[in-house]
């Protein structure tokens, strides 16, 4: 069901004039054919700031059910660009990335800014640079996917079984784009 709102609230944005032209600059990054598009309408919706998190519903008037804080235990409110990309906990999952692929990586504080600091780590063509791009995708989404469940599941959060589930979906995400290299 959320879905499908999110399509029909992504053709609405794209067909309205002004909002359509400001997201030209990344929206290319986004609608990116190596990218599933599940992932790809969850990053669109953050960048929009039209995911479901507390500090959205809040704005919206919707009541929570829960604490309007962080799910990272970090006592901040519950905003895109902190659970994303500078949570002390969540947001952690960004610094092992870079040790992961043993770069260095100065990253913006959030935006599509933040995905291209990842795509213009290695130099190289649009190719290299959309593979580089996927990894940032594979994160946001698992980052997602692991709040969600903290707040709908009441799991606890285990830093460990979460970078162990983010290696293992990067994996499996940039083989499947390796696979289908031949397509771009
Ligand atoms: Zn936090």
């Given at each position: 069901m959320d879905e499908v709102y999110s399509v029909k609230e992504a053709y609405h944005l794209l067909i309205e004039g002004d909002e359509g032209k400001e997201e030209c600059t990344w929206a290319a990054d986004v609608w990116n054919?190596?990218?599933?598009s599940k992932m790809s309408t969850i990053a669109w919706r953050l960048f929009h700031k039209r995911l479901p998190t507390k500090e959205n519903l809040r704005k919206r008037g919707v009541p929570l059910n829960?604490?309007?804080?962080?799910?990272?235990?970090?006592?901040?409110?519950?905003?895109e660009d902190h659970l994303f990309f500078n949570c002390p906990t969540l947001g952690a999952i960004w610094r092992g990335i870079a040790r992961w692929l043993g770069i260095p990586i100065v990253f913006a504080e959030g935006g599509p800014d933040h995905l291209l600091n990842l795509k213009n780590l290695?130099?190289?063509?649009d190719k290299i640079r959309d593979r580089m791009g996927v990894i940032w995708f594979v994160v946001v989404s698992l980052i997602w996917k692991v709040r969600n469940e903290l707040i709908f599941n009441h799991t606890t959060l285990i830093w460990k079984n979460c970078w162990k589930r983010a290696k293992s979906f990067l994996g499996e995400s940039l083989e499947r784009v390796l696979r289908g290299s031949h397509m771009i």
């Open positions: 054919s190596l990218v599933p829960s604490s309007a804080l962080c799910v990272g235990g970090c006592g901040n409110p519950e905003m290695v130099p190289g063509n």
